[in-house]
């Protein structure tokens, strides 16, 4: 479970943006489908770790993203769960995806002490 880990990074990089005298309320993370994260175990891991890291009170807010694609042969536009997709208008093979993949800290939320 890579989850458990990527929770650790996310706590360290929130850890060295903090400074002393602030309280982290909310991590704010992006997670496209085609990421390979499993979103529910990263929420699983999160509030453990954040509490193991001095951040008990922290919450995770993931943001679930969708993969937009295209059809190369009708033009489609459309949403994909997978990079191996076939266009739901012409089931045409290969479509072009266009996102979907990010993952990245997108903002964190702090109250003064």
């Known amino acids: 479970m890579h ?52 951040m008990a009170e922290a919450q995770l807010d993931l943001r679930r993203l969708t993969a937009p694609a295209s059809c190369p042969a009708c033009d489609a536009q459309f949403d994909v769960d997978q990079l191996w997709a076939t266009c739901p208008k012409c089931e045409h093979v290969p479509v072009t995806v266009v996102g979907g993949t990010e993952f990245r800290l997108k903002e964190i939320e702090v109250d003064d002490v």
Do not use: W
């Open 3 to 54: 989850e458990l880990s990527l929770a650790q990074t996310i706590c360290e990089i929130v850890a060295d943006h903090v400074t002393q005298g602030q309280r982290v309320k909310t991590v704010v993370v992006d997670c496209g489908p085609l990421s390979g994260v499993v979103p529910e175990a990263l929420e699983y891991c999160f509030p453990i770790v954040a509490a193991a890291t001095g």
